[in-house]
């Protein structure tokens, strides 16, 4: 083998090449990502063909890339092997980069140094970025709720799981007077009777392909916003989560299918990653210049730049506390100066969740709908935002000498609203709720608390779902492993603001459950639908404890009894 010699590469025609028809490893969740990245980087390494039938032996996630790029030529090495050395060959070219291993604490450094730098087509995920950089808010402190201690919430959440059994299909759950049926939201949906529900809250899908995962390719359409409007109860509202570029189909579907569009409410978490590029190093790069290096960041210290013009790049060397060093650059083109500065995204920082309401019955005003059906108003009371709690981000001092916002005016002679009567600030209950609601992501240790009777494995959607990630490395294990967990304390919240006492919830996209058991804690009945039987298995295990009641498969939803 060792006077052999082949070609380093060559372009070649695509449609020459014969892919391996026994390649036992599905690339379909990996092909997007690959086609930006060789958008953007253009191809690292080039595909390895058998020399004899031209047959692919490794590469093939790069070629159904290329094709989706409409490319009609693609760099290939030929190699001179046998049918039986070119199988081995590709068996071996995908499993031995499940091998190595990330040392933590560099990669951690790496990334902190490349803050301005557009991350989107380097292999890792928003949340994977977050977790590596910022330790998933393993840090920040339990927040004071107004309403309900937290200590309520971590007591549902931090009891010892008990393994009662793997949810299926179809299967409908019980949990005392909540239930967790696991299938198509629509189709269940559809067997619920008309006007039932009080209130609608839930996590759809983001449509924006999250991490790649076929799940997020769309958000919920007409055929889901159609059957939300026939089952809630007239002035019944929906709350609904969306991405802040894709929400608008979602709220567009629910208008034509006759909901009220009443507020948009944004949850902030300020904790996101910035995915943008950096336009004056990508010129510098484009034009084939090496920038300057005019100084050192070492990693975890002080000594950040001082002249807005430098920015950090790739990696030197580690010192003698084994912190990383980096260089700090300069542009080196009068372009790539004309451009410092300049990126290509904002920090993401707040999602959006549309509030709708189904318009109250004909012929009623809303005060003698809330009478008939206990629907059509918000809870402001129970959702006050306490003086100094976290939800709330706005200013906190009472003013003097001048209207505050809680002030009283009356008109004056001319009818212009000049006057007015101070009076203490605030309510004793707290602030009025705004369309605004501030809690952190939650953390590891919230989403993995209490999960330790439960298996572990890779959060669905890791860059291709599997033991190892697209680039080779091993993918996380979770207990909880749904990659978009929302807070407990902000689904309470929303519970809260929506739902009359005795009232009966649904999440029509449950995951795994943080709506049901926020929902349980704070004395509602609770409907919840998820596809996935994994998903389902975890909430249910949140919800039992939530509730003290052991979970009962049953034939059906006995409607008698929940809407009692």
């Known amino acids: 083998m060792g006077n052999k010699k082949e070609s380093i590469g060559e372009y070649v025609d695509i449609d020459t090449l014969k892919e391996w028809e026994h390649n036992p490893r599905n690339n379909e969740l990996a092909i997007a990502k690959v086609a930006r990245s ?61 091998i190595a291993e990330w040392d933590e604490d560099m990669l951690k450094s790496l990334l902190e140094a490349l803050p301005e730098h557009d991350l989107s087509d380097i292999g890792w995920n928003n949340e994977e970025l977050d977790e590596i950089i910022n330790g998933a808010n393993f840090d920040i402190p339990p927040e004071e709720d107004n309403t309900v201690n937290d200590s309520d919430y971590e007591d549902a959440d931090n009891l010892d799981l008990e393994r009662v ?18 299938g198509d939201c629509v189709e269940i949906m559809k067997t619920f009777p008309e006007n039932f529900l009080s209130a609608i809250v839930t996590d759809p899908p983001y449509g924006i392909d999250f991490m790649s995962s076929a799940w997020d390719s769309s ?19 929906l709350v609904a989560f969306g ?16 909901f009220e569009i009443r507020d948009q409410i944004n949850w902030l978490y300020f904790s996101g990653f910035p995915k943008s590029m950096d336009i004056s190093k990508q010129i510098d790069k484009m034009k ?131 006057n007015y009567v101070s009076r203490k600030a605030g309510h004793d209950l707290g602030r009025w709720p705004a369309n605004i609601y501030q809690c952190a992501k939650p953390s590891r240790s919230e989403r993995e608390t209490g999960l330790e009777d439960l298996p572990q494995k890779v959060s669905d959607g890791y860059m291709g779902a599997g033991e190892t990630r697209l680039d080779g490395n091993p ?16 689904m309470a919240w929303l519970c809260r603001l929506l739902t009359p006492k005795g009232g009966i919830v649904l999440d029509t996209f449950l995951g795994s459950g943080t709506t049901g058991v926020s929902a349980s804690m704070e004395g509602f009945k609770f409907i919840g639908t998820e596809m996935n039987p994994e998903y389902c298995d975890i909430a249910l295990q949140r919800i039992k404890h939530a509730t003290g009641h052991d979970i009962m498969e049953v034939d059906a939803i006995t409607f008698e009894v929940i809407d009692d």
């Open 288 to 418: 084939g210049v090496e920038r300057e290096v005019v100084g050192e960041k070492i990693t975890g210290s002080d000594n950040k730049p001082q002249n807005g013009t430098m920015r950090l790049t790739k990696k030197v060397h580690k010192n003698a506390e084994g912190k990383t060093v980096f260089n700090i650059t300069k542009p080196a083109t009068e372009e790539a100066q004309y451009w410092e500065g300049w990126g290509t995204a904002l920090k993401p920082a707040q999602e959006p969740a549309i509030l709708c309401r189904k318009p109250i019955e004909k012929g009623l005003n809303v005060s003698e709908n809330v009478l008939k059906w206990g629907t059509g108003a918000i809870n402001i009371d129970a959702c006050r935002f306490g003086i100094g709690d976290p939800c709330w981000v706005g200013p906190t001092e009472i003013t003097s000498g001048g209207p505050s916002i809680d002030d009283i005016f009356f008109p004056n002679q001319k009818g212009k609203k000049t």
């Open 38 to 98: 060789i958008e953007r980087f253009g191809f690292a390494s080039p595909v390895i063909a058998r020399e004899e039938d031209n047959m692919v032996i490794a590469g093939h996630t790069r070629i159904a890339a290329a094709r989706s790029l409409g490319l009609k030529t693609i760099p290939v090495r030929f190699m001179r092997l046998n049918k039986t050395e070119a199988e081995l060959l590709a068996l071996a070219d995908n499993k031995l980069g499940e």
């Open 165 to 182: 059994k793997i949810a299926k299909d179809k299967g409908v759950y019980k949990v005392g007077d909540q239930f967790v049926i696991c």
């Open 219 to 237: 958000v919920p359409g007409s055929d889901w916003a159609k059957e939300c409007f026939r089952v809630l109860k007239p002035g019944g509202h």
């Open 243 to 258: 991405a802040t570029r894709a929400i608008h189909r979602m709220v567009v579907a629910l208008e034509d299918e006759g």
């Open 475 to 490: 993918n996380p294990k979770r207990a909880n492993f749904h990659p978009t967990v929302k807070p407990t304390k902000l």
